[in-house]
């Protein structure tokens, strides 16, 4: 099989990837069209001309049979070996095993006979396989200059032109296969980069519109799209799905007292113990509020919620308990909200919900004489309960 390139985050990943891309499209185009040149060579030699020796036309048929037999050995090779294969190496296989056919078939039909439109299709040959490989330069030149010198070769064996016009002839013809292929990569190679920099440009404005800048987790706008996603994943395997809500106190008065750069840092340290309870890589942690905060755990039913939610507080106290008791004497407290998703519930009513579990949780924090931290359950239509 051929090594398929996987797409890296700089840019010479994504032009490599991008060769490849090229590279496939150009075997499909030179071996399309060599077979439409092969084809006409072969109608013009068998019917346009019926006074050519039987033994020319022979070795056409041969040269064509070698072409293709080589041709079936290297697709087959490409499919079927176990290891991986270079797309460089296809390339140049392809373009050696071309080039040298039409190199061959220039002596061979003109040595004694006036074939002389065989220039006009080894010109389409040469042009066609600049287009074909130019993302990689070794593969034209293997495919062009084979046939070039082959040409040139011909004309003053035969001595149908002086050796300096032939020559010259030569000369003109590398030239342009030269120019063309240099100007064919340098817009390639600039389209390519300009695209790999607008996405991800692109990639980045989307990832900053979906992350908290202060925390670094998902915002509220990326926990929507995500509850959405998991309600379908829930919907459709007729799955459990839980929801924490998690609020912090008292992080007002924390930034009444000390100011609001205090207030990101302690910010961060929660984010930090969130992140140190949740465990598995499809939970997902957001921040929904200015102190206010979610946890989606898909697969996740109430008892499994419980687990977690109590590893949660514990690692929020470790990162933030330190901290705050130097400015308030007293440590935060972790309140935290579990919905249980319903088949009948979409986005809008969790999130409803949601809110309405943040303010029973602050009332009852606030009503409490004894401040310390909450696990509840709130009932989508009954409210909280302890």
């Given at each position: 099989?051929?090594?398929?390139?996987?797409?890296?985050?700089?840019?010479?990943?994504?032009?490599?990837?991008?060769?490849?891309?090229?590279?496939?499209?150009?075997?499909?185009?030179?071996?399309?069209?060599?077979?439409?040149?092969?084809?006409?060579?072969?109608?013009?030699?068998?019917?346009?001309?019926?006074?050519?020796?039987?033994?020319?036309?022979?070795?056409?048929?041969?040269?064509?049979?070698?072409?293709?037999?080589?041709?079936?050995?290297?697709?087959?090779?490409?499919?079927?070996?176990?290891?991986?294969?270079?797309?460089?190496?296809?390339?140049?296989?392809?373009?050696?095993?071309?080039?040298?056919?039409?190199?061959?078939?220039?002596?061979?039909?003109?040595?004694?006979?006036?074939?002389?439109?065989?220039?006009?299709?080894?010109?389409?040959?040469?042009?066609?396989?600049?287009?074909?490989?130019?993302?990689?330069?070794?593969?034209?030149?293997?495919?062009?200059?084979?046939?070039?010198?082959?040409?040139?070769?011909?004309?003053?064996?035969?001595?149908?032109?002086?050796?300096?016009?032939?020559?010259?002839?030569?000369?003109?013809?590398?030239?342009?296969?030269?120019?063309?292929?240099?100007?064919?990569?340098?817009?390639?190679?600039?389209?390519?980069?300009?695209?790999?920099?607008?996405?991800?440009?692109?990639?980045?404005?989307?990832?900053?519109?979906?992350?908290?800048?202060?925390?670094?987790?998902?915002?509220?706008?990326?926990?929507?799209?995500?509850?959405?996603?998991?309600?379908?994943?829930?919907?459709?395997?007729?799955?459990?799905?839980?929801?924490?809500?998690?609020?912090?106190?008292?992080?007002?008065?924390?930034?009444?007292?000390?100011?609001?750069?205090?207030?990101?840092?302690?910010?961060?340290?929660?984010?930090?113990?969130?992140?140190?309870?949740?465990?598995?890589?499809?939970?997902?942690?957001?921040?929904?509020?200015?102190?206010?905060?979610?946890?989606?755990?898909?697969?996740?039913?109430?008892?499994?919620?419980?687990?977690?939610?109590?590893?949660?507080?514990?690692?929020?106290?470790?990162?933030?308990?330190?901290?705050?008791?130097?400015?308030?004497?007293?440590?935060?407290?972790?309140?935290?909200s579990i919905l249980e998703w319903a088949p009948s519930c979409n986005v809008n009513r969790m999130s409803k919900s949601m809110h309405d579990a943040i303010n029973e949780l602050r009332e009852q924090y606030e009503e409490s004489d004894e401040k310390g931290d909450i696990v509840a359950r709130y009932e989508l239509l009954q409210g909280l309960r302890e």
């Amino acid at each position: 099989m051929i090594h398929h390139i996987d797409s890296r985050s700089n840019g010479q990943g994504y032009l490599e990837q991008q060769k490849f891309d090229r590279q496939l499209q150009g075997w499909k185009l030179i071996t399309a069209t060599s077979v439409l040149l092969l084809g006409l060579i072969a109608i013009e030699l068998f019917w346009g001309q019926p006074t050519i020796d039987s033994s020319v036309k022979s070795s056409f048929s041969g040269v064509v049979a070698v072409l293709g037999v080589g041709a079936l050995a290297l697709w087959t090779v490409v499919q079927i070996i176990t290891f991986r294969v270079r797309w460089q190496i296809v390339s140049l296989a392809l373009a050696g095993l071309l080039g040298i056919g039409w190199a061959v078939l220039f002596p061979l039909l003109l040595h004694d006979t006036y074939f002389t439109t065989l220039y006009v299709y080894g010109d389409l040959f040469i042009f066609l396989s600049v287009v074909a490989f130019f993302s990689y330069r070794p593969a034209v030149y293997l495919a062009a200059l084979p046939v070039l010198a082959s040409f040139l070769f011909t004309r003053v064996s035969s001595e149908l032109d002086h050796e300096a016009i032939s020559f010259l002839s030569l000369t003109s013809r590398l030239l342009i296969v030269i120019v063309i292929r240099e100007c064919l990569y340098h817009w390639f190679h600039s389209s390519v980069l300009h695209e790999f920099e607008e996405k991800r440009l692109r990639k980045e404005l989307a990832s900053v519109s979906l992350v908290d800048p202060i925390t670094g987790l998902q915002n509220n706008r990326h926990f929507e799209l995500m509850l959405d996603r998991e309600i379908m994943a829930a919907r459709r395997h007729n799955s459990e799905m839980t929801v924490m809500v998690v609020s912090i106190e008292p992080l007002r008065l924390y930034t009444m007292t000390c100011g609001y750069n205090a207030y990101e840092d302690l910010l961060k340290r929660v984010a930090k113990g969130l992140r140190r309870g949740v465990y598995r890589p499809r939970d997902f942690i957001s921040r929904v509020g200015s102190d206010e905060f979610a946890v989606l755990l898909p697969d996740t039913d109430l008892s499994g919620a419980k687990v977690v939610a109590e590893r949660i507080q514990r690692h929020v106290h470790r990162c933030c308990d330190n901290l705050v008791k130097l400015d308030l004497e007293e440590p935060v407290c972790v309140m935290i909200s579990i919905l249980e998703w319903a088949p009948s519930c979409n986005v809008n009513r969790m999130s409803k919900s949601m809110h309405d579990a943040i303010n029973e949780l602050r009332e009852q924090y606030e009503e409490s004489d004894e401040k310390g931290d909450i696990v509840a359950r709130y009932e989508l239509l009954q409210g909280l309960r302890e």
